[in-house]
C-alpha cells in the first residue's frame, strides 16, 4: 500500500519536472524546432485557415426591410455569392475613404508626361489632387477596405475569394454598392424577379469620391429572359427594349464595341474603366451621362451630333485617347469632360457648343492645336474655371467673335503659349484672371479699333501680354454690319 502511494506521489511529480523542464528549455531557447520551422509551421496553418474559409459557406442576412432583414440571405461558398429569397436587398452606403484602383497609373502616366515640360517639381500626390481639382478628389495610398456600410461580403476576409454572384428568383431590388470592392467579381447573374438595380451595385468606387471605377475584373451581367424590366446582350447590360445601356462590364475581352443603334442613352459610369480602345456611338444615341467614359482605354472616339450635351468627366482620364471628334450638333461640353486626357493633340469645338465647362481640357499635357468655331459663346463658368488650364504645349488660341465671356484661369499655366486672338471687337467678359500664369512674351491680337475699349475693360488682365497688336478687319471672323445696339453681327 506504501508502494502505491509513493508511486501516486512520484508520477505527478515527474509530470511537473517535465512541464518545467520544458519551460526551461523554451525560456533559454533551447526548443527543438528552429525559428525557421515555427514560421512554416504557422504560415502552413494560416494557408489552411485561409483554405478552410474559402470552402465553407458563411451567410450574412441583407434584406431591405428593418423589420424583417433574414427575407433575403446572401451565402458565400467555394466563391460563388448566392443572394436568396424574397424581396428587397437593402442598400449599402459609399465609402470615402477607397482609392481607385487605376490611380497609381493615371498619376504615374501624368508624372512622366510633365516630366521636362514644366519648370517646377510635380510629385504623385500633387497630381492626383489635380486630376479631381473641385467636388472631386482621388484619395492618396492604397485601398481601404472595411468601410462601414459597406456589404458584409465586400469587407471581411472572404472578399477576395468571390468570383461569380447569382441571384436567385424572389429577389426584387439589388442593393445600391452591393458588390463594392471585390476585385475578382468576374460574372453576375440576374433572375427575371429583379425590377430595379440600386445606383452603383457594379461599380467599385463611390461616384463622388472617384471617377476611376467599375469592378476591377468584371466580364459578364446575364440577365433572364424573361426578367421584365433589364436585357442583357453579350455580357452588356441594358433596359428591357434596350434604349438604355447600362453597363459595359470594366473586363469585358474586346478592343472594339459597337453600341446597338436601338440605344437612345448611354447611362452614367456605363464604361468607366473599361479595357476598349475604340466604341463607335451611333446617331440614335441622344444622350451621354456623366463619367461615362471615364479612365477607359479609349484611344479614339467620334460623339455624334445626335447628342445634344457632353455631361460631366464623360472621357476623364483616358491617358490614351489620341483622337476626338465633337460632331455638329453638341450644344455643350461640361465641366472635366476631356480632364487629363493626356494623349489628345488636337480639339475642335463645333460652332453648335455654345458653352465649355470648367476644367474641360484641364491637363490635356499633349493639346498642341484647339480650335474654336465661331456660334461658341462661353468658355469655363463662374463657379468653374480652368477650361485649357496646365496644357503645357499649347502655343496659340484663337477666340472667335461670338465668345462673350472667359472664366476664371482659363489658360492658366500655359506656359508655351505664344499669341492670343481675339476676333470679337467687343471686350469679352471676363473673371479673375484667365490669363494667370502664362509666359511673359505673350502677344494679344484684338480686332482694329479695339485696343482701348479692351484696355479699359481689362485692366487688371492687360499686364499678362508683352504686346497688344491690331488685326486687319479683312482677317477677323465677323461682319461688318452692325446691328441697333452698336455691337457687330456673328456670322
Known amino acids: 500500500m506504501k508502494r502505491r502511494s509513493s508511486l501516486l506521489i512520484a508520477i505527478p511529480a515527474a509530470c511537473i519536472a517535465i512541464v518545467l523542464a520544458l519551460l526551461a528549455i523554451d525560456k533559454w531557447g533551447w526548443n527543438s524546432d528552429s525559428d525557421k520551422q515555427t514560421k512554416e509551421r504557422e504560415s502552413e496553418e494560416s494557408d489552411s485557415a485561409a483554405l478552410w474559409r474559402k470552402l465553407s459557406a458563411k451567410t450574412w442576412d441583407c434584406g431591405g426591410d428593418k423589420s424583417n432583414l433574414w427575407a433575403v440571405k446572401a451565402v458565400l461558398k467555394k466563391g460563388t455569392l448566392s443572394i436568396s429569397g424574397s424581396g428587397n436587398m437593402r442598400n449599402f452606403y459609399e465609402c470615402r475613404y477607397l482609392v481607385c484602383p487605376k490611380y497609381e497609373e493615371v498619376a504615374a502616366t501624368l508624372e512622366r508626361q510633365l516630366n521636362g515640360v514644366y519648370t517646377r517639381d510635380v510629385g504623385v500626390d500633387e497630381i492626383a489632387v489635380k486630376i479631381d481639382l473641385g467636388r472631386k478628389r482621388i484619395w492618396r495610398g492604397r485601398e481601404m477596405r472595411g468601410c462601414e456600410g459597406w456589404a458584409p461580403w465586400s469587407a471581411g476576409d472572404f472578399t477576395d475569394s468571390i468570383t461569380n454572384a447569382v441571384i436567385k428568383n424572389g429577389v426584387t431590388h439589388i442593393g445600391e454598392m452591393a458588390f463594392v470592392g471585390l476585385p475578382e467579381l468576374k460574372s453576375v447573374s440576374i433572375p427575371a424577379s429583379v425590377s430595379s438595380i440600386g445606383k452603383n451595385a457594379f461599380n467599385t468606387c463611390s461616384s463622388r469620391q472617384v471617377s476611376d471605377c467599375g469592378d476591377y475584373n468584371l466580364e459578364s451581367i446575364d440577365v433572364a429572359a424573361n426578367n421584365a424590366v433589364y436585357s442583357s446582350v453579350d455580357g452588356v447590360l441594358f433596359n428591357k427594349d434596350k434604349t438604355a445601356l447600362i453597363l459595359y462590364p470594366r473586363n469585358k475581352q474586346q478592343d472594339a464595341y459597337t453600341i446597338p443603334n436601338s440605344v437612345t442613352a448611354v447611362e452614367e459610369r456605363a464604361f468607366i474603366g473599361a479595357r476598349l480602345k475604340s466604341v463607335t456611338i451611333p446617331r440614335s444615341v441622344t444622350s451621354i451621362g456623366k463619367d461615362a467614359f471615364a479612365y477607359s482605354d479609349l484611344t479614339s472616339v467620334i460623339v455624334p451630333g445626335s447628342v445634344t450635351k457632353i455631361e460631366e468627366s464623360v472621357f476623364r482620364g483616358c491617358v490614351g485617347l489620341a483622337a476626338a471628334t465633337i460632331e455638329d450638333g453638341v450644344t455643350s461640353i461640361g465641366p472635366f469632360a476631356f480632364q487629363a486626357c493626356t494623349s489628345l493633340t488636337s480639339i475642335k469645338i463645333p460652332r453648335s457648343a455654345a458653352s465649355v465647362g470648367g476644367l474641360a481640357f484641364n491637363l490635356c499635357l499633349g493639346l498642341t492645336s484647339v480650335t474654336i468655331e465661331n456660334g461658341v459663346d462661353s468658355i469655363g463658368e463662374t ?109
Open 383 to 491: 463657379a468653374l474655371d480652368g477650361t485649357f488650364s496646365e496644357c503645357a504645349r499649347l502655343t496659340s488660341i484663337t477666340l472667335p467673335a461670338s465668345v462673350t465671356f472667359i472664366g476664371s484661369h482659363t489658360f492658366y499655366e500655359c506656359k508655351k503659349l505664344t499669341s492670343v486672338t481675339i476676333l470679337n471687337p467687343v471686350p469679352i467678359d471676363i473673371t479673375k484672371e484667365p490669363f494667370y500664369g502664362i509666359s511673359p512674351n505673350v502677344r494679344l491680337y484684338v480686332p482694329k479699333g479695339s485696343i482701348s475699349a479692351y484696355r479699359r475693360a481689362w485692366r487688371n488682365t492687360w499686364n499678362n501680354f508683352e504686346s497688344v497688336n491690331e488685326i486687319a478687319e479683312k482677317d477677323a471672323d465677323y461682319d461688318k454690319t452692325k446691328t441697333s445696339n452698336g455691337t457687330l453681327n456673328k456670322r
